[in-house]
């Protein structure tokens, strides 16, 4: 068919329909039609032509018009599309490199192929438009709530309609053993949106703690005007939940606000969560406090914190454990999870053999090499002393305190200390020479025979091979993956060097090498308390 005046104004009634009925630009699909229109011209005229369609916005003629570019003589390539400055003065006055010529051809006679041709590139450009205009309506809303409507289920998935398009329930997403039948409602969380190549895509969720988070606002106006803040959740989806809450007005109390007159705020949560039951703790910036309510409802007897390792111990009473650990473990896990710490929860027994295991093996230790009878070795380890570098170091004061010591038996004491680290010691340097350490290592500042020595027997044997290490290679640390954290084993964490120290050391060894500069390095370090003091001046304020 050819583009005529009887069926120019079609052009445009047509693609006013098309964009009323996707809900996009009209001047997408007029666009559309020029680029098809323009190939049906190109298998016309020659697929090397560069053909040009213009479709006026108010009458629909379509103009078809062949371009022509002007390069240099030595770029030529394509003599239908381009053309020298020479053969451009034939139709152009001044022709320069990089000018376009263009001259009108006739309408093409639109055959069976090229209409059908021409329908399916208004198509794809149709479907680009309607991704592109679905994309650009949910990117933004990625992190908020939808109600939708359940189209159908395939594998487990659901398929929920959200207005402009299609959006998906993966199975691992739902709630326990929740079913759909089609014209369900529904409400989700927009977990992610992404475009992907057959268009955007648009995942949901009903078991992301986010979720529960963002019912919560809507059901408790505190959270929503900022007088209250959610803090931490933590879900197992469809059985229980934490969520710990803070506010920032004296006068309304967080926990309460959230579970309203009655229950009814938090209840309808619950329902919306098939039965999910909350418990609402308040946060505490003190992390054992904080603990402490998030085993609630279990009491606990005692905590200490390990705050380098990110592991807690928690000490409760024995009638107390089964409540603590929870069904499956449920409870210490979520408490887990809220605080983010690793939990250890032992009873009050437990600890106490602990603790009595720890003196006994204290003991030993100052008996077998100081050559004390258990009494006097007893007192030691009451007096707080844990190591035999504590006794050879100590003021001699601190000695005296004990029961029975006087001057020259807290030296004796000190002496043979000292003779025993001194045979330590050098046990360890044959030992780690025998192993082919370098005198370099030797003599580096800050490490003990016995690091040294561990070191070796870890292939790090010269001040080299020390200053490649990482600072979690030596004082261990922790890595998450997957949410499970998991312990890397330090070669001096035996030895209680924190990463702070590993890091001095390391930087240290590589300024001796050469390898940093030691006047860029005291730059980061002013910068760094600079940083430092700010946040201070911040939190004062």
């Given at each position: ?96 490199v990089g000018q376009e010529f263009s001259e009108e051809v006739p309408p093409v006679e639109m055959g069976r ?251 030993k230790l100052f008996m077998d090499n100081l050559d004390l009878d258990e009494f006097f070795a007893q007192l ?162």
């Amino acid at each position: 068919m050819a583009i005529t005046s009887a069926n120019q104004l079609e052009l445009l009634q047509t693609a006013e329909a098309v964009a009323r009925e996707k809900m996009i630009d009209p001047n997408l699909v007029v666009e559309a039609m020029e680029e098809s229109l323009a190939r049906a011209a190109k298998s016309r005229y020659g697929a090397e032509m560069d053909i040009r369609v213009a479709i006026d916005r108010k009458t629909g003629r379509a103009t078809f018009t062949r371009v022509r570019t002007v390069v240099a003589d030595d770029e030529l390539e394509n003599y239908q599309a381009e053309f020298t400055v020479e053969q451009a003065k034939q139709y152009m006055a001044n022709p320069e490199v990089g000018q376009e010529f263009s001259e009108e051809v006739p309408p093409v006679e639109m055959g069976r192929i090229a209409a059908q041709s021409a329908k399916q590139v208004i198509l794809q450009k149709v479907r680009e438009a309607e991704r592109d205009r679905q994309y650009e309506e949910f990117k933004d809303r990625a992190g908020t709530i939808i109600n939708g409507l359940v189209k159908r289920e395939e594998y487990g998935n659901v398929i929920v309609d959200v207005g402009a398009g299609e959006a998906i329930l993966r199975r691992n997403e739902k709630i326990g053993r929740e079913s759909y039948r089609p014209n369900d409602r529904i409400r989700v969380y927009i977990k992610d949106v992404r475009r992907e190549q057959r268009g955007p895509q648009i995942f949901l969720s009903r078991t992301a703690p986010e979720f529960m988070a963002e019912l919560f606002k809507m059901e408790v106006p505190e959270i929503y005007d900022g007088i209250i803040e959610i803090k931490a959740v933590a879900r197992d989806p469809g059985s229980r939940a934490k969520i710990a809450v803070i506010s920032y007005d004296n006068s309304i109390d967080p926990v309460g606000a959230c579970v309203g007159m009655r229950g009814s705020r938090v209840q309808a949560v619950v329902n919306e969560l098939q039965g999910e039951k909350i418990d609402i703790i308040p946060w505490n910036e003190d992390q054992p406090t904080f603990l402490v309510n998030a085993l609630q409802p279990a009491e606990v007897s005692k905590v200490v914190l390990d705050e380098e390792a990110g592991k807690i111990e928690v000490v409760v009473p024995e009638e107390q454990l089964s409540l603590a650990i929870g069904r499956r473990g449920q409870n210490v896990r979520l408490a887990s999870q809220l605080t983010g710490l690793d939990i250890d929860i032992m009873t009050e027994e437990q600890e106490s053999a602990r603790r009595q295991a720890e003196f006994e093996l204290r003991t030993k230790l100052f008996m077998d090499n100081l050559d004390l009878d258990e009494f006097f070795a007893q007192l030691l380890v009451s007096e707080g002393f844990t190591n035999l570098e504590e006794v050879a170091y100590v003021e001699v004061d601190e000695l005296l305190v004990i029961d029975g010591v006087d001057e020259a038996t807290a030296g004796e004491l000190q002496a043979r200390a000292r003779d025993v680290l001194e045979a330590q010691n050098k046990a360890a340097l044959d030992a780690a020479r025998a192993l082919g350490v370098d005198d370099t290592l030797i003599e580096f500042e800050g490490l003990t025979p016995q690091m040294i020595e561990a070191l070796a027997k870890d292939d790090v044997k010269t001040l080299e091979d020390f200053a490649t290490c990482a600072d979690w290679e030596l004082a261990g640390g922790w890595t998450t993956v997957d949410g499970v954290r998991t312990k890397d084993d330090g070669t001096l964490e035996p030895f209680d060097m924190s990463l702070e120290e590993a890091q001095h050391l390391i930087m240290t060894a590589r300024v001796l090498l050469g390898w940093v500069d030691p006047a860029e390095l005291e730059v980061a370090e002013v910068e760094e308390d600079d940083i430092d003091g700010e946040e201070d001046e911040e939190a004062e304020a």
